[in-house]
């Protein structure tokens, strides 16, 4: 089995789409949530949705005002963090001096740890200057680090609003509705679920009762399941169909808590069919007893519509935590949006026009999935850090928010241990691939001794000497250029 990183999703983050930083690290499995299945005896209130939103202290770039949302609706929040934060992050000096890579890197990444394919790449996050590369433009597997590529395309193309809907029409007959799906894995039956901490969106029960009322509390017999926008492959190519048990979930366009039969786990074995599962929950909570395939009559009046969490807040869960499952549905959401339909080929098509749009160099990219999960996905250091580049002032800058802090949060929280001095200077996606070769990647952004602000991207494919030697020696690379003070 491979994975692609291995991060507690409870995890507290300093991105402000998250909550407040934790004080004390993580158990390593998740205290147990009862899921809880009650019969609706009335008609439930909407679920209001607060999305907590504030600037990353010594940024050099400004963030984009976000368009406004496809669809959904989205209530500004009041400001967090409150005043007078514990800082965290390092401040950045737009008058700093540009540190001179070129001095130090050579011999840094001259590591017996790095015995494979090993590239970097290192830019100014001010001027997009170069400062440093080694096999920048060599195509490699980039493991989670491929999350920045679909986190990216998805806010660039659908905003920091957006929120994925999943609707109820009425029925072939009176005494019928259709659940149609369109693309939301975070729905919870009752609000409690697997997401609820980073991304709490809709849950069943919202819709149900949304429904009943709106067919004046008559209860339905039967609720026909419409997953006809999704028409592709439940596995994206180079993805077993073992991986498919535990580091993923089979792909449908509706899913509560992401497909997983225990809703506590990050690894949790997942359902053959994730959509099936969600839609005899919805009829439970409804109280109707069928639940057939279908699709939704051609001019069908809709009863009730519910959405997900803002993309802004999926996406702090996926960069986070690592969510392979979470990070692939924002990136069929993006090809439907841009494409027009949802498969894993107009995902490709719209992650490549992204891309292109910003300047990046796309050739040689593969684009397979949008987790990284697939050993056959391909990207560049050099490509990863022209994106970056090309997100700053953007309106996908608020990517550079969603970041792991080395030391303090996502995947990131428990790294650094050998290189302290990076701790709170990095942030950075990690990216971990166990088979069918080894792959480690590190790609986000460090700020120098003198406060200038560096973009940068490291990747290793087919090394020996082990995953923690590997991550370890990034850490250390990270970290020595920080304090290099060159």
């Known amino acids: 089995?491979?994975?692609?990183?291995?991060?507690?999703?409870?995890?507290?983050?300093?991105?402000?789409?998250?909550?407040?930083?934790?004080?004390?690290?993580?158990?390593?499995?998740?205290p147990g949530r009862a899921r809880r299945r009650r019969a609706l005896t009335g008609v439930l209130a909407g679920l209001a949705v607060v999305v907590t939103v504030a600037a990353a202290g010594g940024l050099v770039w400004q963030f984009a005002a976000v368009a406004n949302p496809a669809t959904g609706t989205f209530t500004p929040?009041?400001?967090?963090?409150?005043?007078?934060?514990?800082p965290v992050l390092a401040s950045s000096d737009t008058d700093a001096p540009v540190p001179d890579l070129a001095s130090?890197?050579?011999?840094l990444l001259d590591d017996d740890r790095l015995n494979g394919s090993a590239s970097a790449s290192f830019a100014d996050a001010l001027t997009g200057e170069v400062l440093f590369e080694q096999e920048g433009t060599t195509p490699l597997a980039p493991a989670s680090s491929m999350k920045v590529v679909t986190a990216v395309a998805a806010l660039q193309n659908l905003g920091a609003e957006y929120r994925i809907p999943t609707t109820v029409v009425e029925g072939p007959t009176e005494d019928?509705?259709?659940?149609?799906?369109?693309?939301?894995?975070?729905?919870?039956?009752?609000?409690?679920?697997?997401?609820?901490?980073?991304?709490?969106?809709?849950?069943?029960?919202?819709?149900a009762g949304l429904v009943l009322e709106a067919r004046g509390g008559t209860v339905p017999t039967t609720v026909y399941l419409d997953t006809s926008v999704f028409t592709d492959t439940v596995n994206a190519a180079g993805v077993t169909m073992s991986e498919l048990y535990t580091s993923t979930a089979p792909m449908a366009p509706i899913m509560v808590d992401g497909g997983r039969t225990d809703n506590t786990l990050k690894y949790s074995p997942h359902h053959t069919d994730p959509a099936l599962v969600a839609a005899q929950e919805f009829a439970e909570v409804l109280g109707a007893s069928q639940v057939e395939a279908g699709t939704?009559?051609?001019?069908?009046?809709?009863?009730?519509?519910?959405?997900?969490?803002?993309?802004?807040?999926?996406?702090?869960?996926?960069?986070?935590?690592?969510?392979?499952?979470?990070?692939?549905?924002?990136?069929?959401?993006?090809?439907?949006?841009?494409g027009g339909e949802m498969t894993w080929a107009a995902m490709a098509a719209a992650h490549q026009s992204t891309l292109q749009d910003l300047g990046v160099d796309t050739a040689g990219l593969v684009f397979h999935d949008g987790s990284g999960l697939s050993p056959t996905d391909?990207?560049?250091?050099?490509?990863?850090?022209?994106?970056?580049?090309?997100?700053?002032?953007?309106?996908?800058?608020s990517v550079f928010e969603s970041l792991p802090v080395a030391g303090y949060s996502g995947t990131l929280w428990d790294r650094f241990e050998t290189a302290d001095d990076g701790k709170g200077i990095v942030r950075a996606k990690t990216g971990t691939l166990?088979?069918?070769?080894?792959?480690i990647s590190l790609t986000g952004t460090l700020t120098t001794a003198d406060g200038r602000q560096v973009i940068f991207s490291l990747i290793s494919n087919g090394h020996t000497s082990g995953?923690?030697?590997?991550?370890?020696?990034?850490?250390?690379?990270?970290?020595?250029?920080?304090?290099c003070g060159c």
Request: proline share 9%; hydrophobic share 45%; net charge negative.
């Open 378 to 397: 391909r990207m560049t250091a050099n490509a990863f850090t022209q994106l970056l580049l090309g997100a700053v002032g953007s309106q996908a800058s």
């Open 176 to 207: 019928s509705v259709v659940l149609v799906a369109g693309g939301d894995p975070t729905l919870t039956i009752d609000g409690e679920g697997y997401y609820t901490d980073y991304a709490a969106g809709a849950s069943l029960a919202e819709l």
């Open 434 to 439: 166990t088979e069918p070769s080894g792959v």
């Open 296 to 338: 939704a009559p051609e001019g069908a009046a809709e009863l009730a519509a519910v959405y997900s969490a803002p993309l802004a807040a999926l996406v702090d869960s996926f960069i986070l935590t690592s969510d392979n499952l979470l990070s692939d549905a924002v990136a069929l959401q993006t090809a439907l949006v841009v």
């Open 467 to 483: 995953e923690n030697a590997v991550e370890t020696a990034m850490d250390e690379i990270t970290a020595a250029v920080a304090t």
């Open 104 to 107: 130090v890197l050579p011999a």
């Open 77 to 86: 929040p009041e400001a967090y963090p409150p005043a007078d934060p514990a």
């Open 1 to 30: 089995m491979s994975l692609s990183d291995n991060a507690d999703p409870k995890v507290a983050s300093s991105a402000p789409h998250a909550g407040p930083a934790a004080t004390v690290p993580p158990k390593p499995a998740q």
